[in-house]
């Protein structure tokens, strides 16, 4: 994981692209850390408690200030799975309440894949753990003078997901609203008509940097063609496939080569045809 100062006091720490594995400990993802004169506010706790530690290792480069508050922004494994390591730190965890129930039915099942993924040395200390403070749709939060609004707008990648904004320094974290240089994913609990109403909700904002959920720190118009010109130009696609009557075996040929520059493509973006067609066919 290496570190990236978007603003004054204002850092993105991003994490290696490809697989969770025991070298990464779950983090193969986008953290963010805001500093205050009070204490430092962590976005998103890693994904296992090894994992919070070497996130830790990282802010103390960054800050002598404790870590006060930990942001989780979804209910993916590198979202949350830390939690414990920071809640021993005396920190206080916030997420939606979606996100919270996204986390409870879905920690066993993600804590079985990491065992397989990384293995039981990796995993060891990490124990579900969930947020102090919960919220419906926004939240407001202000340490040490610096003002911090965290919204959930709907569902997207998880049916949790937040965004965190800085509005004094225009500095937009998305969490997994926003994938930058490598395929998102569209997941059996996304929803990809939300996820792209979730993007709008974000890029109101008109922020000047972006921290997506994966990827470099960046501007909102390579976010916007990452993730929502990707989603669009899939969903639109499937329309006409679906309208032609097409069936779920055919769906993952339509033509997504625009975005075959985007790390995992290869990988990803049949199924990711075959979950959208799956979504689409009842909406």
């Known amino acids: 994981m290496h570190s990236t100062e978007v603003a004054p006091d204002t850092y993105a720490i991003q994490g290696p692209f490809g697989q969770r594995n025991a070298e990464n400990l779950g983090n193969n993802a986008t953290f963010g850390v805001i500093v205050t004169d009070a204490g430092a506010i962590l976005v998103d706790a890693g994904a296992s408690f090894k994992g919070a530690q070497a996130l830790d290792e990282v802010i103390k ?3 002598d200030q404790p870590v006060k508050y930990v942001i989780n922004t979804g209910g993916q494994d590198h979202r949350w799975l830390g939690n414990s390591y920071w809640q021993a730190q005396g920190a206080q965890v916030i997420a939606s309440e979606d996100a919270a129930a996204d986390q409870k039915a879905r920690g066993s099942m993600e804590l079985t894949m990491l065992d397989a993924l990384m293995g039981k040395a990796a995993l060891a200390g990490t124990t579900p753990a969930y947020a102090n403070i919960t919220f419906d749709d926004h939240h407001s939060l202000t340490l040490g003078g610096r003002e911090i609004e965290i919204t959930h707008p709907g569902p997207a990648h998880t049916p949790g997901d937040s965004y965190v904004w800085l509005p004094a320094q225009s500095v937009m974290f998305t969490g997994d609203i926003v994938f930058v240089g490598r395929i998102l994913g569209v997941l059996d609990m996304s929803s990809s008509k939300g996820w792209i109403a979730a993007f709008d909700d974000m890029a109101a904002h008109n922020p000047k940097v ?21 989603l669009n130009n899939l969903r639109t696609q499937m329309a006409t496939y679906i309208e032609g009557g097409g069936e779920i075996i055919g769906s993952v040929e339509v033509d997504q080569s625009a975005f075959s520059y985007l790390q995992d493509f290869d990988m990803l973006a049949k199924r990711n045809a075959q979950a959208v067609f799956s979504q689409m066919e009842w909406e």
């Open 61 to 63: 480069t960054l800050t």
């Open 210 to 230: 972006v921290v997506p959920g994966h990827g470099p720190a960046t501007d909102l118009a390579t976010a916007r063609h990452d993730t929502y010109d990707y």
